[in-house]
């Protein structure tokens, strides 16, 4: 199980619907796609990377083989997907205290559904329709998504700075160069790996451990032969 | 398709059905794709970093569906389970009822930089071309993968299993991976930079500042970078970019 991968979680929640209530959700989602104004609350939550619903009528799970029996459901499902930093307390507090009501929009009328305040009753619901990931994959596991996100603008500053001041010489240079950082300050930061970076990073980690403690060098390498010869010597490694 | 896409974004949801089988030493097919994966997490990364392209991905195997059993917050819910005067026979005609799957899905859920095309097959075209063998290692209990032996049959088998996403929301950005994590490399660096030549001398933090343009090259996305999916301080710099 890996819901964690560095900074960002992932939640997967699959929820019923009324097959003929459908449409109500569809509608809300085809509004949110159209009028992209109404996820001014999302946005908000700027704690996101990636987040998407996929509804599935009760006849459209996949069927591609004669031999696989076909589904009989009553309803149809909604798979909610998101990829946010942070722990799932916060993340699904900050959902009820930031966008309660487009939280029950886009869950209106999903069997059951406890509605997004008072919070325990969503926790709950949640908690129950929720499934764990067993295998996550994140490109920057030490970046948040604001990370991502003011990378650019200190990205193309640099750039801009860098061709802005290539003639300028002095004291000029330190006045823009002063003028850079404090428009960058809210941008600017060093990034390092949360306490545990990942489960899998944190289970490597434990197994190289051992192997450096336990085993002569040159020893047998671990089961599946995956971990690299390496492992004995990264800590004596400084990178920049 | 165009819900699956929000700028230059893709949201890939792939259900693919898993074999209802038992191998000889009786252990279910699903369960063994459920030990692979758990596999990868014991490597030294995801298979997953070689993938070009890819942000975030994740896969988890489906085993049924879920119904939340107490009482919920809809009117109907709350009519039917609460008065008393409401006829039975009412009353479990509103329950809800219990749903059960026929056979396991393996979910494979992928936001990966498709570019103005959305090109949904050159991004699957990559995946198989730099991990195709541990594709087949996941993939190989479903239905419908006997057939797949090159990259296009495996594009064609992923569509057959896609769900179009209702929304898709981006509250990162959606440029190419090479450009974010140059950008997050850039980010990194000039933090250092700033610390390091606090209340230096004009014309000393001009020529360093050359010296750290010359260094990190930011405009440049083949010069020094971060390495997809890093998780160390130690490892996260790659100085030159792998090709192919």
Same mark, same amino acid.
């Given at each position: 199980?890996?819901?964690?991968?560095?900074?960002?979680?992932?939640?997967?929640?699959?929820?019923?619907?009324?097959?003929?209530?459908?449409?109500?959700?569809?509608?809300?989602?085809?509004?949110?796609?159209?009028?992209?104004?109404?996820?001014?609350?999302?946005?908000?939550?700027?704690?996101?990377?990636?987040?998407?619903?996929?509804?599935?009528?009760?006849?459209?799970?996949?069927?591609?083989?004669?031999?696989?029996?076909?589904?009989?459901?009553?309803?149809?499902?909604?798979?909610?997907?998101?990829? +946010?930093?942070?722990?799932?307390?916060?993340?699904?507090?900050? +959902?009820? +205290?930031?966008?309660?009501?487009?939280?029950?929009?886009?869950?209106?009328?999903?069997?059951?559904?406890?509605?997004?305040?008072?919070?325990?009753?969503?926790?709950?619901?949640?908690?129950?329709?929720?499934?764990?990931?067993?295998?996550?994959?994140?490109?920057?596991?030490?970046?948040?998504?604001?990370?991502?996100?003011?990378?650019?603008?200190?990205?193309?500053?640099?750039?801009?700075?860098?061709?802005?001041?290539?003639?300028?010489?002095?004291?000029? +240079?330190?006045?823009?160069?002063?003028?850079?950082?404090?428009?960058?300050?809210?941008?600017?930061?060093?990034?390092?790996?949360?306490?545990?970076?990942?489960?899998?990073?944190?289970?490597?980690?434990?197994?190289?451990?051992?192997?450096?403690?336990?085993?002569?060098?040159?020893?047998?390498?671990?089961?599946?032969?995956?971990?690299?010869?390496?492992?004995?010597?990264?800590?004596?490694?400084?990178?920049? | 398709?165009?819900?699956? /896409?929000?700028?230059?974004?893709?949201?890939?949801?792939?259900?693919?059905? /898993?074999?209802?089988?038992?191998?000889?030493?009786? /252990?279910? @097919?699903?369960?063994?794709?459920?030990?692979?994966?758990?596999?990868?997490?014991?490597?030294?990364?995801?298979?997953?970093?070689? *993938?070009?392209?890819?942000?975030?991905?994740?896969?988890?195997?489906?085993?049924?569906? @879920?119904?939340?059993?107490?009482?919920?917050?809809?009117?109907?819910?709350?009519?039917?389970?609460?008065?008393?005067?409401?006829? &039975?026979?009412?009353?479990?005609? $509103?329950?809800?009822?219990? =749903?059960?799957?026929?056979?396991?899905?393996?979910?494979?859920?992928?936001?990966?930089?498709?570019?103005?095309?959305?090109?949904?097959?050159? @991004?699957?075209?990559?995946?198989?071309?730099?991990?195709?063998?541990?594709?087949?290692?996941?993939?190989?209990?479903?239905?419908?993968?006997?057939?797949? &032996?090159?990259? &296009?049959?495996?594009? =064609? @088998?992923?569509?057959?299993?896609?769900?179009?996403? #209702?929304?898709?929301? *981006?509250?990162?950005?959606?440029?190419?991976?090479?450009?974010?994590?140059?950008?997050?490399?850039?980010?990194?660096?000039?933090?250092?930079?700033? /610390?390091?030549?606090?209340?230096?001398? $004009?014309?000393?933090?001009?020529?360093?500042?050359?010296?750290?343009? &010359?260094?990190?090259?930011?405009?440049?996305?083949?010069?020094? #970078?971060?390495?997809?999916?890093?998780?160390?301080?130690?490892?996260?710099?790659?100085?030159?970019?792998?090709?192919?």
């Amino acid at each position: 199980m890996s819901n964690i991968a560095g900074k960002a979680y992932a939640m997967n929640v699959i929820t019923p619907i009324r097959p003929y209530t459908t449409w109500v959700n569809k509608f809300i989602f085809w509004i949110a796609v159209k009028i992209p104004g109404t996820l001014k609350g999302l946005i908000t939550l700027s704690l996101i990377h990636y987040a998407r619903w996929v509804i599935i009528g009760k006849d459209q799970f996949p069927h591609l083989d004669p031999k696989q029996p076909k589904e009989e459901l009553n309803y149809t499902y909604m798979m909610f997907f998101s990829n +946010f930093n942070g722990s799932w307390d916060q993340y699904v507090d900050s +959902f009820t +205290f930031a966008i309660p009501g487009g939280l029950d929009l886009f869950w209106k009328w999903n069997i059951r559904y406890s509605k997004s305040v008072p919070l325990t009753p969503f926790h709950d619901y949640i908690r129950y329709n929720q499934i764990e990931t067993i295998h996550y994959y994140n490109a920057y596991p030490l970046a948040a998504s604001n990370d991502v996100k003011s990378a650019k603008t200190v990205k193309s500053s640099l750039i801009k700075f860098e061709q802005d001041t290539r003639n300028v010489s002095g004291d000029n +240079f330190l006045k823009l160069y002063n003028a850079l950082l404090r428009g960058l300050q809210h941008d600017m930061g060093d990034m390092y790996p949360t306490p545990i970076v990942s489960m899998s990073a944190h289970q490597v980690e434990r197994r190289q451990k051992w192997h450096a403690a336990n085993l002569p060098e040159g020893g047998a390498g671990p089961t599946g032969g995956t971990a690299p010869k390496e492992a004995h010597g990264h800590s004596a490694k400084k990178g920049k | 398709m165009s819900s699956n /896409i929000s700028g230059n974004a893709y949201a890939l949801t792939i259900l693919s059905p /898993i074999k209802d089988g038992f191998t000889q030493d009786e /252990i279910a @097919y699903a369960d063994i794709v459920r030990d692979r994966l758990q596999g990868w997490n014991a490597e030294h990364n995801s298979p997953m970093a070689l *993938v070009p392209q890819t942000y975030l991905c994740r896969y988890f195997v489906l085993d049924d569906v @879920y119904l939340e059993s107490l009482p919920g917050g809809s009117a109907i819910d709350t009519l039917v389970d609460w008065l008393p005067f409401v006829p &039975d026979t009412l009353r479990r005609w $509103a329950w809800p009822k219990e =749903d059960h799957l026929k056979s396991r899905y393996l979910v494979f859920s992928c936001n990966f930089h498709g570019g103005p095309k959305a090109d949904l097959d050159g @991004y699957l075209r990559g995946m198989w071309n730099a991990i195709g063998d541990r594709i087949k290692e996941i993939w190989g209990y479903c239905h419908g993968f006997d057939q797949v &032996d090159n990259a &296009d049959k495996f594009i =064609d @088998y992923m569509k057959k299993c896609q769900l179009t996403a #209702t929304l898709f929301f *981006v509250g990162s950005n959606d440029d190419p991976l090479e450009e974010q994590l140059k950008a997050l490399y850039l980010k990194q660096e000039f933090a250092k930079f700033a /610390i390091d030549n606090q209340g230096l001398d $004009a014309a000393t933090v001009k020529t360093n500042f050359q010296a750290f343009v &010359d260094r990190v090259r930011p405009s440049e996305l083949d010069g020094p #970078t971060w390495k997809a999916g890093a998780y160390r301080v130690d490892e996260l710099v790659e100085l030159k970019k792998n090709k192919g």
